[in-house]
């Protein structure tokens, strides 16, 4: 169980830089090319042009890579361990899904080649939201969205769309959702102006639907749900719900970021939902981490099509078009298609799996996920709140609070001490509802040899609590970086996040 991340107190690039050292030589322009961009400066507003580029790093080729792979050897990722952050799923994507969106035959072609020559990549991005319509049980799917947060900002200016149309949205200005959410989604009900109202969770960690009753009204425009909701725990009475939301006159939207546990098994649309995005970098071989990058495809209802973003990628038997004749729709919420490249990759993911291989997929993180629970619970030092004798889907929500209230030792030192054995902990303090909360996401890529060595560090790590508890306190101590100061990390007087902040700060 030995680990220990390389430490290797590396500069920054700028400190690496020297005058006048070369990393690669651009082939020279020739006069005709010269004279071409000449032509092209000129036209350039005057006050758009940098001037001289000062201050760029100048480093040789070799050190550039050096730099490159030391750093990456500083950092953890999943190519190198377990990375079970629940909500995330940080499962590992198979390597063939990078080929295919690395060929240069779909990464240079530009977005304004005219689709006539553009037809193969058209037809991969027309079939693949068939495939998500497929998938979700939605009538129409836009790829455009970047990420499940912009997917969710897009359905839920959808939603305004359709009240608009109604001449409602002037009552209809409050969009519900439970107290478990994701925070994205109240964020982005208020970035598409409406009034967010929470409601409660039952003492079985679903949505009260009494509660609910008591907030849906004639200015309630839609609610936000995630379905299994963020304690890994399916909603049983989603019908209940729909019909709740919808008798009010409201729509029901599907946080569709972890689609992993009911891949196969079901589909917002037989849940009765209206609106669903899908986060193609959780679910659908793209890894991600770090902000990005991603793809947060949207599908709708029939009713709905025609508010979905400008362009679409339509068929009309014979070839591929781009269709910008939308008079309803929302208008653009990206450059041109979407993220092509994230796309390609759910593209080949979807073809390599086929529907019997995404259903097992499922399964799998289903399995996985329960599986990790009960190695993890068989000690009694953790605890799982709402009934733990129910199944969960693909992840768990375990608390640490038996131990903080034993040991003082709380879920953020169990997270650091999990570093120390070379895995990555899992998400932590989220679900806001759960006190000392550890969010669980094995995924279903992880071997049962790494379910069982995971559980194996967090019994471990539980028994250090009450013996060695400084063993915790002073995590982690074999990774590159000790203990953060969060608190200084995130506070705008001592964070930097670039060069220039950090010079201008050492000369202050
Ligand atoms: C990750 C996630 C989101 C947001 O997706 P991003 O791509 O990070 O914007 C929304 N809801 C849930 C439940 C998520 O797990």
Not at 446 to 460: F, G, T
Not at 472 to 479: F, G, I, K, R, Y
């Amino acid at each position: 169980m030995a680990f220990r991340q390389a430490n290797w107190n590396e500069p920054l690039i700028f400190e690496l830089s020297g005058k006048g050292k070369i990393g690669q030589i651009p082939p020279k322009l020739t006069r005709e090319e010269e004279s071409v961009l000449q032509e092209a400066m000129k036209t350039f507003p005057a006050d758009m042009l940098r001037g001289t580029l000062s201050d760029l790093p100048e480093v040789s080729e070799v050190e550039v890579v050096r730099h490159f792979t030391r750093l990456s050897q500083e950092n953890y990722s999943v190519d190198l361990g377990t990375y079970p952050l629940g909500s995330c799923t940080m499962k590992y994507s198979p390597k063939i899904c990078e080929v295919v969106s690395a060929s240069p035959k779909m990464k240079n072609l530009h977005p304004l080649q005219h689709t006539s020559l553009t037809q193969g990549i058209l037809r991969m991005l027309y079939e693949l939201s068939g495939f998500l319509a497929e998938v979700t049980g939605m009538s129409k799917v836009s790829l455009q969205p970047s990420a499940g947060a912009q997917g969710e900002l897009c359905g839920a200016l959808i939603i305004r769309a359709a009240h608009k149309e109604r001449n409602e949205l002037d009552k209809r200005m409050e969009m519900i959702v439970p107290d478990s959410s994701h925070g994205t989604n109240p964020a982005s009900a208020a970035m598409a102006g409406f009034k967010v109202v929470v409601v409660p969770s039952d003492d079985e960690g679903c949505v009260n639907l009494e509660a609910l009753k008591s907030v849906v009204n004639d200015k309630t425009a839609g609610m936000m749900i995630t379905n299994p909701n963020t304690l890994g725990i399916f909603e049983k009475r989603i019908l209940d719900i729909a019909e709740i939301v919808h008798d009010a006159g409201g729509l029901l939207y599907y946080d569709g970021a972890n689609l992993n546990a009911i891949l196969g098994k079901t589909r917002p649309k037989e849940m009765g939902f209206d609106v669903a995005h899908i986060n193609i970098h959780k679910t659908f071989g793209t890894p991600h981490g770090g902000g990005g990058p991603g793809a947060g495809p949207v599908g709708v209802t029939e009713e709905l099509g025609k508010f979905l973003p400008t362009p679409t990628v339509e068929f009309n038997g014979k070839s591929y078009y781009l269709d910008y004749n939308r008079p309803r729709s929302i208008g653009k919420v990206r450059s041109f298609l979407g993220n092509i490249s994230i796309l390609l990759r759910a593209y080949a993911y979807i073809l390599l799996l086929g529907a019997e291989g995404l259903e097992e997929a499922a399964e799998v993180s289903v399995m996985n996920a329960n599986y990790l629970a009960k190695k993890v619970l068989a000690t009694g030092r953790y605890v799982m709140p709402f009934d733990p004798k129910k199944v969960r889907k693909h992840e768990i929500v375990i608390s640490t609070e038996k131990i903080t209230a034993e040991t003082g030792i709380r879920a953020l030192d169990i997270s650091k001490r999990l570093l120390d054995f070379g895995v990555h902990a899992p998400t932590a303090y989220f679900p806001l509802i759960v006190n000392e909360a550890l969010m669980i996401e094995p995924t279903e890529t992880e071997s049962i040899e790494d379910l069982d060595r995971y559980a194996q560090i967090l019994l471990k790590i539980a028994e250090e609590a009450y013996e060695q508890p400084r063993l915790l306190q002073d995590a982690p101590q074999n990774t590159t970086v000790g203990r953060i100061d969060d608190v200084a990390a995130s506070h705008p007087k001592t964070m930097c996040l670039t060069w220039k902040m950090w010079k201008e700060r050492r000369t202050s």
